[in-house]
Nanobody, 119 residues
Framework: QVRVVESGGGLVQAGGSLRLSCVASGSISSLNMMGWYRQASGKERELVARLFNGDTTNYADTVKGRFTISRGSAKNTVYLQMNSLKPEDTAVYYC?????????????WGQGTQVTVSS
């Protein structure tokens, strides 16, 4: 089992920056991906960015060039640096950790952190 905890959300004006942090604990030796998703009010959860073992990254087109996902000194920590924030980035941001559990990839989620961008 893996426990995921996010932090760093808040209220920021358009054009500002925020950094989100995520720490996974528990069975972290089997982690193979960590990432960020977001869910705006009335919308489905969507991928923001993810980071695989080996440092391959994926970004949503809407955040490319503005957001950066990175790993901390420990494999179980990831950050999401968000620059040039827009009101449409307002959402609850969830950290996702994927790990092998009983031979299958299993997704674990944090509780979410609210990011609000005012115009």
């Amino acid at each position: 089992q893996v426990r995921v905890v996010e932090s760093g959300g808040g209220l920021v004006q358009a054009g500002g920056s925020l950094r989100l942090s995520c720490v996974a604990s528990g069975s972290i030796s089997s982690l193979n991906m960590m990432g960020w998703y977001r869910q705006a009010s009335g919308k489905e959860r969507e991928l923001v960015a993810r980071l695989f073992n080996g440092d391959t990254t994926n970004y949503a087109d809407t955040v490319k060039g503005r957001f950066t996902i990175s790993r901390g000194s420990a494999k179980n920590t990831v950050y999401l640096q968000m620059n040039s924030l827009k009101p449409e980035d307002t959402a609850v941001y969830y950290c996702n950790a994927r790990a092998l559990h009983r031979g299958a990839n299993t997704d674990y989620w944090g509780q979410g952190t609210q990011v609000t961008v005012s115009s």
